[in-house]
C-alpha cells in the first residue's frame, strides 16, 4: 500500500483523508460544532466538536458498518454515528480483516531516488565483525538480578571520578525548601517558592576520551524463571555484548544461576563465532568476599576501558546503517507525520543497502497482508504469520488481547482502537519489502527491512531492536516520553509541533511541520535521515544522552518458576 497524505484545500490544513479508499477524516485542528470541512466535491459540516488528532464521518456510520484508514479496516460502527460525527470508544470498535500468508504474491517495490547519498558516509567505530558502530561504550552486566547491589557499587565507585556522571544535580533545590520550612514558611508558601535547578554533574576532563561511556544493565532476570527464559536473556545480553557500539563488558556471576556464564559464552559465539573483544567473567561465589569481586572488577574494568580508548572514528559507508524504528505515547498524528517520515527514511536507507527494524507485532495487527504480501518469499511471509499469530493466541489464553493495546493517552489523543493504532504505526516500516522475520532476541543479519517479534512496550522493543544490532533508533511520540537506551542513540521525533514546543528538552527532530504544511513527508525524511548522520557520527548529542536516559528491559516471556 502507497502511503499518501492529502491535503484539503481550498480550507487548508483544517482535515486530511489520509488514503482515497478512506471513509473518515482526520481533524488537524479543533473543529468547532457547525465547521465546514472539505470532502470530495464537496463539504460537510460536523455535528460536534472535533478535537485536533480525532476523527470524523463524514458521509455517517450505521452499526455495523466498517471504518476505514490508511486503506484498511481499522474497525467498525456499534452504534450510529451522524454525518460530520466524531468517532469515540462508545461508537466504534476494533475489527481487522482476516489475511492468508499462503496466498502471498510480492508486488513489485519502487525505491526511492537516493543518488544525493550515495556517497555520504558518517564517522564510526569499526569492528573486527565488520560492523561499524555509532558510539563506544563499555558495558557491566549482571548475570542474575542477584548481583544487581554489585553493579551498584561499580556504578558508584567509576562513573563521576571517570568523568560518566551525567545527571542534574536537584541537591540545592530540596536544601532551599528545608531552609525555608525551619524559617517557619508554610505549606503555601513552600509550594509556591521559587526553585532553581541544579547544574549538570558532567565533568569536562575525561581520561577516556574515546568511549563515550560506561553502561550498566541491571535486570530482574537470571534465574527464578523457566529455562527457555535464561537462555532467550543470554542471547539478548549477547546481542549486547557483540554489538557494534560495545567495546567490550564486564560480566558479574552469582555462579549458582540459571543462566551460566558457559551459556552466556554460547549465545555470543552464535552471534560472532570469532569474537575478539575484551570480556571479563568473574563469579562472586568463586572469589568469596564483596571486596574480592569489586577489587577484581574495577581492575579489570579499568584495564579494558584502556583498550576501549584506542578505538577512533573513520567514514563508513551509509549502508552501516541499522536503524530500529520505533513508537511510544503515539497520538493521532503519529500516523500522518512522523511515521511516515520515518517509513521513507527506511525506504532510503535500504535502496542504499541498509538495514531498518520494524517490532512491535501488536501494533502490527490489521496491517498483516500487507506484510505477507511484502515478503521476499513464502516461507518469510509464514513465519511472519507464525509469530503473530502465535503471539495474539498467547495474551487472548491470559485474558487480554491486541485490542486491548491503545494506552488512555493514546485513546485521549485519537488512537481509539489497536487496528487505527497499528496502521498508523506500520508506517515506519515504509514499503520495502520484508528480507526476514526474526523472533526475540536474534540477530539482523540481512541488509533491508527485517520484522522482530517483541511486545508493543516501548523499551522492551527498543531494548530488544539493539539487542538485534539496531546501532541507532528512530523513536516518534505524540505525547512525550523520554525513553533512552544504554548503548544505541535513541532520536526522539515528535509528530507535533506543539509538543516539540512544550518538551523540547526530550526531542530531538520535529514531524510537525508536515501537519503545519511547512514541508512534505519526503522532505521531514531527507531533514531526519541528515540528522542521523550526524548523530551516527558523533557530531551530535541527543535528548537521552542528555538527560543519561538508559532504560533496558529484557522482555520475559514465560512463567516464573
Known sequence: MTFILFNTDPVKHQVARIHPADNVLVALVDLPIGTEVPWENGYVTTTEAIPAKHKLSPLGLSVGQPVTMYGVLVGKAKADIRPGGRLTTANMQHATNSYDEHGHQRAAWQAPDV??????????????????????????????????????????????????????????????????????????????????????TARSSRPFPNVDGIRFLSHEGGCGGIRQDAQTLCGLLAGYITHPNVAGATVLSLGCQNAQASMLQDEIAKRDPHF????????????????????????????????????????????????????????????????????????????????????????????????????????????????????????????????MNPSPGNIRDGLITDAMKSAGAARKGGSSPVVAVLDYPELVTKPGLNLLCTPGNDVESTTAEVGSGANIVLFTTGLGTPTGNPIAPVIKVASNTALANRMPDIIDVNTGT????EETIEQAAERILDYVIKVASGEEEIAAVRHDQTDFIPWKRGVSL
Open 115 to 200: 543518488t544525493a547519498w550515495q556517497d555520504r558516509t558518517f564517522q564510526g567505530y569499526h569492528r573486527a565483525d565488520g560492523r561499524v558502530g555509532t558510539a563506544n561504550y563499555w558495558l557491566v552486566i549482571p548475570l542474575v538480578f542477584c548481583e544487581n547491589r554489585n553493579i551498584q557499587v561499580l556504578q558508584d565507585a567509576l562513573i563521576t571520578d571517570l568523568g560518566y556522571a551525567r545527571r542534574k544535580n536537584y541537591q540545592p533545590e530540596t536544601r532551599k525548601l528545608v531552609e525555608l520550612m525551619q524559617a517557619g514558611r508554610s505549606v503555601e508558601e513552600i509550594l509556591s517558592a521559587d526553585l532553581e535547578a541544579g547544574e549538570d
Open 514 to 517: 508536515v501537519i503545519d504544511g
Open 276 to 403: 575478539s573483544k575484551p570480556l571479563f567473567i568473574l563469579d562472586q561465589q568463586k572469589l568469596g568476599t564483596e571486596e574480592a569481586l569489586i577489587s577484581d572488577a574495577l581492575r579489570q574494568t579499568f584495564a579494558g576501558l584502556m583498550l576501549a580508548n584506542r578505538a577512533r572514528r573513520e567514514p563508513a559507508p551509509l549502508k552501516a546503517l541499522n536503524i530500529g524504528l520505533e513508537c511510544g505515547g503515539s497520538d493521532g498524528f503519529s500516523g500522518i507525520s512522523a511515521n511516515p517520515a520515518l517509513g521513507h527514511v527506511s525506504d532510503m536507507l535500504v535502496a542504499l543497502g541498509g538495514s531498518v527494524i520494524l517490532a512491535e507485532f501488536p501494533e502490527l495487527c490489521g496491517v498483516e497482508q500487507e506484510l505477507v504480501d511484502r515478503s521476499v518469499d513464502q516461507p518469510t511471509a509464514e513465519r511472519f504469520s507464525s509469530l503473530m499469530k502465535a503471539y495474539g493466541d498467547s495474551a487472548v489464553a491470559v485474558g487480554s488481547g491486541f485490542d
